[in-house]
């Protein structure tokens, strides 16, 4: 039968409390080193000398050396290999070891710490550095009088064109012959706008705008691409000198 001894509700001693919590802090300490030992690990790869007279006997301080960071991280087997991989490379971390029991250790240790391997990870696979996705370089379509393009904005200043390598022309009509007919726009087309028409290797367009145009040419001369471009009174004649150009 239970009896109330009239102990039940009483405080624990400062003692007592101290020593439960030393035994929980150990018993969480055990289990990460527990996890710790148990997390799985890459290897490193194991360079050999590049040296076709190299001689295990002459290979430095010890035989194995761990690149943790620098170029080419893994275990070299002869410092002068592993040395030129730490030189002059920032924040390169190495170590050498007597054994490669030992330098094997030693690079589960620095995995563990640094090393950051994605869930599934199986134990044991060979060390790949990890390295940010390029994307594909930008595709510049080759010039060609199709792909004239229209910006229809409104000009905000007069050209200044400064940039020597390009030929830069300022008539309002181009000097050729042309007949009534060629001068009548089409229905809704504008007509009376100032704008600029351009022939470079990358771009062969109209635009409206000066801050474009230049923009344009400051990329071209940034390049030492040739540049030609016109400013004239409306769009038809842009289209006709463009049609000039590219014949």
């Not at 490379?89 to 330098?103: I, L, N, T």
């Not at 990890?130 to 379509?141: A, C, F, L, Q, V």
């Not at 705008?209 to 390049?223: F, P, R, V, Y």
Request: glycine share 6%; with cysteine.
């Amino acid at each position: 039968m239970y009896s109330d001894d009239g102990n039940s509700d009483r405080a624990l001693s400062p003692s007592t409390v101290s020593s439960i919590s030393s035994v929980d802090a150990s018993m969480t300490e055990e289990f990460r080193n527990w996890s710790m030992a148990t997390m799985p690990t890459c290897r490193p790869s194991l360079y050999e000398s590049s040296d076709p007279l190299f001689d295990q006997g002459q290979c430095g301080k010890y035989p194995f050396y761990n690149v943790y960071v620098g170029d080419s991280p893994g275990c070299y087997k002869d410092w002068a290999d592993a040395s030129g991989r730490v030189t002059n490379v920032k924040g390169s971390r190495h170590k050498g070891y007597k054994s490669w029991a030992k330098a094997l250790q030693g690079w589960q240790q620095n995995c563990r710490a640094y090393h950051h391997h994605p869930p599934g990870f199986v134990d044991g696979t060979l060390y790949s550095p990890s390295r940010r996705p390029e994307g594909p370089p930008p595709i510049t379509p080759p010039p060609s009088h199709h792909n004239v393009q229209h910006f229809e904005v409104r000009v905000s200043a007069p050209p200044t064109p400064q940039t020597p390598m390009n030929r830069t022309t300022t008539e309002s009509e181009p000097s050729i012959n042309r007949t009534p007919a060629e001068l009548r726009p089409p229905m809704g087309r504008t007509v009376n706008r100032r704008c600029w028409a351009i022939h470079s290797p990358d771009f062969i367009g109209v635009v409206s705008s000066t801050e474009q145009a230049q923009n344009i040419l400051d990329e071209a001369g940034a390049q030492a691409k040739h540049v030609t471009l016109r400013l004239v009174n409306n769009l038809s004649v842009a289209e006709e000198w463009l049609r000039l150009i590219a014949s």
